[in-house]
Every structure is written in structure tokens, then in C-alpha cells.
């Protein structure tokens, strides 16, 4: 599911659409061709939204039921593959409502991390280790980890994002930018405790 | 914005012209402007090191194999299913659901509940469940509960003959015990009928919740039956799909040709059940097909307080607070105790509690797999001590360990372990990184910092599959650096 380019991106698209449309008809098998293409990115999606496994693979389950019970009713206003994490996040929205996890709070503060201006891009994150990196990712607002996300591994374009969050387009920019700001300030914290 | 206060109308669309989403027309013009623009170009390898990050953590989160073929028989039954039996699917799950998640949070369940769930429905689907939804008592039996006062129960008994083992059947199936094509998996996840006091007597007796999961190949009919042992009173069985009544009864007929489902695309159909006791005993259980049988027999009966204390007092103190480094790359900083103490409590259900001077049974030997097996493709072979002492934490092998947190350096993750029969225990290698093991439900996760970027993507290695029960490890001994399990006696 995830990709790159545009192009390309645009070649699997009208292949969902051709699996959707096979879905509403009522072949199995092109759900599961769907399941093939996008699960793992879906489960992946999930994961990151909902703390425990489990829920996530439910939710995953529920996603395929929906698209199921849904697909005659899919408009392609949106590409097949945003239709797909729109559903995921509303469940995974559900389960998080009924199992309030700890680690997920962070949703509260999401956009705790204020800036009034993009910040200034350096190369900080060049001298950054990898493993760090990573570790800082972990650490963000929850909102701005998903904006990532979905813009980097699921590559969604800016008002796909946007449309998956429910939130404009310039909020999409925002968090990146924010985003970037405290991938700075944690990586800088990093470096201060190796010195230390 | 540029350092000169200017703001750059580019630095937005840095982000998207490294995920590669942007419009082709504004590429191409980012492309020229990255010409003339240094702080963007910086922009640029600092968003790509971002995307690739972000990336990174995606893919460690769900290693690919670890995807769950799509269950696509049961989301066609769903569908089927009409608005009136819908409705019905909707209470049954709210009335199922609750007791799922109630044996998962005791670490009963290994395997997704969703499957259990969705097989449920599957079968409410197909209509096995008609009869229990018209009926009052409805699936636990709780509605017809006696309104005289409830009879003792009784303590589960320490003298039965010996029970087997349950073991690890499939990721899909779990912990049971039985065998082909019918397993049943019990509370306890062990061949034992657990009651902890919080169970409601029926007229049929008390009702111990479990999961019978059957082999879909088979095609024909099944009947379970069994009794104590001391008096032959009958065993009692929650209806299964031929049952015409809907009543509880002595004998629990199941016809796997009525679940209708295709072994093609569903190999289990996994289904909740109960079994009612009168009264606590050792018990035998039987089934019978046309190609053979079995039969088992187990405790039932009341844990006592007194018990779980013993029980949690003969739990070997397998691993310490915090463990000392070992070598600069591997080192384990903190250990969640109790997550450990509760996959223990697991990992040793049965045999009943040990009479004053009597010792547990010795836990098997095994041969500790060598830890280059471990080893990520990739990564740098592991430090001599490492080799020659891998920290085996307790015996045996490892039925289900889940990762509650990816391991980092500012904070080590923690496991949590469940479904751990009887004789089975966690295996820990300590190196510098996080590696499954096994399939997709039999993990083994190895502690460290975060994960090195060389083992990415992460091949399952495939020749250290160890099917259940297979033995990994030995017991050691547990005073800091090393662990040990002793034997202890307990307490009547």
C-alpha cells in the first residue's frame, strides 16, 4: 500500500478502484486481493493507533467487513487507499474510546507542542543516529507520529491527510512542521545526556 | 523561514516532494528552486532521514509475515446474516464478548479473540446458535441460576490421576488439550477445570467456560461425554450445533458438516462451549469419532486463596529486578516483574499444590539454541561471553511472549507473556536487539536497546522454529548475573 510516487501510486489506484467495484458485486476473492494488497499497511496503521495487538487485528477485521458492506457505496471521491485508512481510523478511534490506553492520551496533548512559526530546518537530524531518530518518532504527540505516518509511510498526499484526519490542509503542514520542532528538541536532549 | 526572517513558501511542500506525493508540475519547479536553495536542500536530506525513520518504525511494528490470512469464509457468514439475526450477532457479541476479554486479561488467551469472536458469529451466522438465543438461560447459563442457596463446590483436589499436558496446537487453536480433530481448551490452560468464586451456580451445576475447537478436514460427527470418577455423575455440556433443544445435556454431539464451513479457507472453527460440574472431583472426558477416540481426565474444582499463595510460592523467582550489564552492547536495564510473576503463575497451573516435603517434578533439560541462530542478517556476530552464556530465564520452551513496548534506550520495553502451559517458561537472549522467533503467535523476544538498523526487514529465520512443547533452554541459577530455579516445597 505504501508508495512513493505519484505515478505509480495513481496505476494502483485505478487497480483498487477495479477491486472495489469487483467487491461490490460480490467477489470474495477481490476482497481478499484487497486484503493481500493493503492489510499489512492497514495492520501497521493500526497498531500505531491502538496499544494492544489484538484490537488491532479485530479492528483490522472490522476494517474488511466494512469495506465489504461498503464498497457499492464507495464514490471514488477519494483514492481507495484513503477510503481504507479513513475506515481503519474510525475504528481505531472506536476501540480507543472503549479501552482508554495510557498510551494513547497523548491524542489529548496532541497539538501541545506549539509553535508559531515553522521552524527552521537544519541538518540536525543528519548528525542524529538512526536508532535515535527512531526513538524520538516514538516519543511525539500522537498526532503529529500519525501525520508522518500517513504522509510518509502511507503516503498520502497533503489533502489526503488531511481528508483521513479530518482536519485542513494547512493542519497537515503544521504538524509536520511541528513535528520536525520536536524531533529537534528530543534529539538535542539525546545529545545533551551522551555529553552528560 | 529563511534565516534572513523571509518565509519560504517551499519549505511546506519539502515534506511531500520527499514522499514523493507532490503534483508533477510543482516537483518539477521544487526541483529547480533545490538548485539555488542550500537551507532547502538541507530540508530535504532532513525530511528523507525523517521519511525513512518513520518508515523504519512501521515496518518494525508488524513484520510482514506476521499478517493474518483474511478470514473472508466468516465475513461472508456475517454478511449473510439478516437484520433480525443481526441484531441478535449484536447482543451475542455484547454477551460474548465481555467473558473473552475477561480470559484475556487472565492471560488465558494467546490466540486472537477476534478469531473466537468471529467464529462465534460465523456460527450464530449458520444458525448452531439458534436455539440459545431463544433461550433465557442464554450462553452461560447464569439466567437459570437456583434461587435455593448454591452448594458447596469444593476445593480442587490434589489426587487425581495424572492430567495431560496441554500444548500449544496451533497459533489458531492455542493452548488445549485433546486431540484430533477435536481440542478443548479450559480457563486454567491446562487439563483442569478452574474455579475462582466468582462463578454462578445453575441447576446443571457450575459452569466452567471453554473453548472447543474442532478440525474442520474431519467431516462427520463427534460426541463428548465423561463423568467423576468417583461416583459417575455425568458431565454437562452448553448445546453445540446439533443440539435440538437447546438444553444443557450429558452428552455434546457436534457435526462439523453443519458449521458449513470450507476447509479450503478455514482449517479450525473454534467455538465457546461450557462444561458443568456438580461438584468438585477428578473427572474423565471422552470423545468419540468414527475413525477413534480419546480421553483425558482432570481436576475440577474451587482455587483457593491458599492455593494461588502456594502456587505463586513454588513459582521459581526467575528473574530479578534489573539485570547487570553484560557487555557494553547488551545490556538488559530493567525487567518487568510482574508481567514475569504473572507468565509464571501461567506457566505452572498444574500439577495440584505439593504436599509438605514433597519437591515439584524436575522441569526437563534441553540444549540452549546456539544464539548466532538469534542473530538479525546483518548484524554483527554477537560478543563471545554472549555466546558461550546465553541467560536462559527459566525453563522450556515459549508459547506466546508479546512485546508490550518497543525497547529503546531512554525506555526498555517490557514483555508480557501469556498462555503458557504447564511445564513451559520464557527463554530471554540478551543482545542488542529485538528478534521474534517462531510464527506468527510463538515469539521469542530478545531484550535490548533499540533495534539496529541492519536487521531491517527482518526474514523469519526459519530454522529455529520450535514447534511447542519443544525444549530451549535450562534452568540456571538466579543470584545477579546468573538465574537459578529452586526447588522448593510448599506449604499444605
Known sequence: MPGNAQDSHDADAET???????????????????????????????????????????????????????????????????????????????????????????????????????PLIDNLVQQSEFGELRAAIRQLPAAQRETLELVFYHALSGPEAAHVMGVAHGTVKSRLHRALATLRNLLKEAETRHES | MNPDGRFDPWHDRLPFYVAGTLPAAERLALDEHLRDCAICRAGVTSWRE??????????????????????????????????????????????????????????????????????????????????????????????????????????????????????????????????YPLWVTMISYSAALKFYGKDQYTSDGWPAKVIWSVQTEYQGELTVHGANLKDGTPLKFDPFPNSASGSVSTTLKIDTRALNVSPTYLHWVSLPGAIYVSEAGCYALEMDWPGGSWRITFPAGQVTSAMQTATMRTLPTIIPSSVPSLTPDCKVTSLPLDSVFKA????????????????????????????????????????????ASPIPICATSVSGVTPTASPTASAPGGIEIDCLPYGTGVYLQLCPATVPLGNSRTFRYVWGPPFPPCSEPFPMPTSTLIPSPTLIGTPIPIDSPTLVETPTTVAP
Open chain 1, 16 to 118: 483498487d478502484h477495479a477491486l472495489i467495484l469487483r467487491i461490490a458485486a460480490g467477489d470474495s476473492r477481490a476482497l481478499e486481493a484487497l486484503y493481500q494488497r493493503h492489510g499489512l499497511a492497514l495492520l501497521r496503521y493500526l497498531t500505531g493507533q491502538v496499544a494492544d495487538r489484538t484490537q488491532a487485528e479485530e479492528a483490522l477485521q472490522d476494517v474488511m467487513l466494512a469495506v465489504w458492506r461498503g464498497a457499492a457505496g464507495f464514490r471514488s471521491e477519494s483514492s481507495v487507499r484513503t477510503w481504507l485508512i479513513s475506515i481503519a481510523r474510525h475504528r481505531a478511534i472506536n476501540v480507543r474510546t472503549r479501552h482508554v490506553s495510557p498510551d494513547h492520551d497523548s491524542f489529548a496533548d496532541a497539538e501541545s507542542t506549539a509553535l508559531d512559526a515553522p
Open chain 2, 50 to 179: 525523517i521519511a525513512e525513520a518513520v518508515r523504519a518504525e512501521a515496518v518494525a511494528r508488524v513484520p510482514e509475515y506476521e499478517l493474518l490470512p483474511l478470514n473472508i469464509s466468516t465475513i461472508l457468514s456475517r454478511e449473510r446474516t439478516s437484520p433480525m439475526i443481526a441484531q441478535k450477532l449484536t447482543i451475542a457479541e455484547r454477551s460474548v464478548q465481555p467473558s473473552i476479554r475477561r480470559l484475556k486479561n487472565t492471560g488465558w488467551l494467546s490466540l486472537s479473540a477476534s478469531l473466537l469472536i468471529i467464529a462465534l458469529v460465523a456460527a450464530l451466522a449458520l444458525g448452531v446458535f439458534a436455539p440459545l438465543l431463544n433461550n433465557p438461560r442464554g450462553f452461560s447459563g447464569v439466567a437459570a441460576q437456583s434461587s435455593a442457596t448454591p452448594p458447596q463446590l469444593g476445593e480442587l483436589p490434589s489426587d487425581c490421576p495424572p492430567a495431560p499436558l496441554a500444548m500449544n496446537v496451533n497459533p489458531d487453536v492455542g493452548v488445549a488439550v485433546g486431540g
Open chain 2, 344 to 387: 509464571t503463575e501461567m506457566a505452572l497451573p498444574s500439577p495440584p499444590p505439593l504436599t509438605p516435603g514433597q519437591t515439584p517434578p524436575p522441569l526437563p533439560t534441553f540444549a540452549p539454541i546456539p544464539i548466532d541462530q538469534l542473530r538479525p542478517p546483518g548484524c554483527p556476530p554477537p560478543t563471545p561471553n554472549l555466546t
